[in-house]
């Protein structure tokens, strides 16, 4: 086929027209000269250059062209395999379908820019910015983006699989469809992700030198990170599970004297309280709130003087939390709801005291509740061990 002339700005040169547009053109592995003489003008002269001759793929493939701005630059389609593009900005660029597998992207800035369909399997995108960079359907296979800051980015069934995403930042990002299988994930940061139809498998959260752990969730994985490798959130668990004591009831105006005596004596034998006062009726979202402070806790005071919302929570807590004591209380005078008889079968729901008055139930703690809670739970954390 005839070559086609052509001139930017004070450059007049010969370039090969493809058989058709976006076929990367293949010389021996190195970049078209003549394309990187064009880029090296700028993004003004690169994309006047494209925007005439829109069937000619750019053969950028090792490329040296680290540190340059290519903001908004007309890339789509182009070969940038192998290319040495550390430092480079490419804000708002149009990159979809571009190639740049293996390509050096240390520190590149890709802030807001368009690689939808783009390849970037075992490009090196260590420490890169990829804030609210578009991806969608990309090939990152085996691509490393440590220490990546990938926030808020669309990988909309991207394949992610085998990347390394060591300490990456994925805060926000849409990973929706996409593949995220046999991925490095030590210390990701996946806090709010979209993860819709994605296809989580073996992700790897520990360090390469140490003997491989997997999980099958991004979200899984950083907090199975934070129990393995920080040693205070350990302990903040810890003391939560072995110290938190949980109490239910509602609580009115006359009736707050009962639960500040009730806090004030948990103290003084080192436990913490958890209050959930009933002052509204019980919902969907109060429901999972307090089942998830129930797993927490070491174990439950209910007072059910006053039951119109605890009874569908404590029979929930009941059932599916043998491991967490109930001690139920009722003030002398008020009478159990009807289904009471049902939870009350259970052995880790204690016999229920009943109290006379504030006086009463402060007096009675130790013997009546707080004794008998603990050593309930004991029991308990021992066939748990066993």
């Not at 939560?240 to 009115?252: A, C, N, Q, Y």
Request: hydrophobic fraction near 40%; include cysteine.
């Amino acid at each position: 086929m005839c070559p086609r002339t052509f001139a930017t700005g004070s450059i007049s040169k010969r370039l090969t027209t493809l058989r058709s547009p976006f076929i990367h053109a293949i010389e021996g592995h190195h970049p078209n000269p003549e394309h990187v003489a064009i880029i090296q003008q700028g993004v003004e002269a690169w994309n006047r250059w494209r925007k005439a001759h829109p069937s000619i793929a750019p053969d950028l493939s090792k490329a040296a062209l680290s540190g340059l701005r290519l903001d908004k630059a007309d890339l789509h389609g182009a070969n940038l395999t192998g290319a040495e593009l550390r430092r480079v900005t490419f804000w708002n660029t149009q990159l979809e379908q571009a190639d740049l597998s293996s390509a050096h992207l240390m520190f590149a800035d890709f802030r807001d820019a368009q690689l939808g369909r783009a390849t970037l399997r075992r490009a090196n995108l260590r420490a890169a910015l990829l804030i609210r960079a578009k991806l969608p359907a990309a090939n990152l296979r085996e691509a490393d983006l440590a220490q990546a800051n990938a926030s808020y980015a669309n990988f909309r069934g991207a394949d992610l699989s085998e990347a390394e995403l060591f300490l990456t930042n994925m805060v926000g990002a849409d990973l929706r469809n996409a593949k995220l299988c046999k991925c490095h994930v030590f210390g990701v940061s996946a806090w709010g992700v979209q993860l819709d139809g994605a296809e989580q498998r073996e992700l790897i959260i520990t360090r390469r030198h140490e003997p491989t752990i997997t999980v099958d969730d991004i979200e899984v994985a950083q907090f199975v990170y934070l129990l393995l490798y920080n040693t205070r959130i350990r302990k903040v668990i810890d003391t939560v599970t072995s110290k938190t004591v949980l109490i239910l009831g509602r609580f009115t105006a006359e009736r707050k004297a009962i639960l500040g005596a009730l806090r004030q004596e948990l103290r003084k034998y080192d436990l913490l309280s958890m209050v959930f006062d009933f002052d509204q009726p019980s919902s969907r979202d109060t429901h999972e709130t307090i089942t998830t402070l129930a797993r927490l806790s070491r174990f439950i005071v209910a007072d059910i003087t006053d039951p119109k919302s605890i009874p569908q929570e404590l029979v929930s807590i009941v059932e599916t939390l043998p491991s967490v004591p109930v001690q139920p209380i009722l003030k002398v005078g008020g009478e159990p709801w009807g289904m009471y008889d049902h939870i009350s079968r259970y052995p880790w729901v204690l016999k229920l005291h009943r109290y006379k008055s504030e006086g009463d139930l402060l007096g009675s703690l130790e013997s009546k509740v707080i004794g008998p809670a603990l050593s309930k739970a004991k029991k308990v954390s021992k066939r748990k061990i066993r």
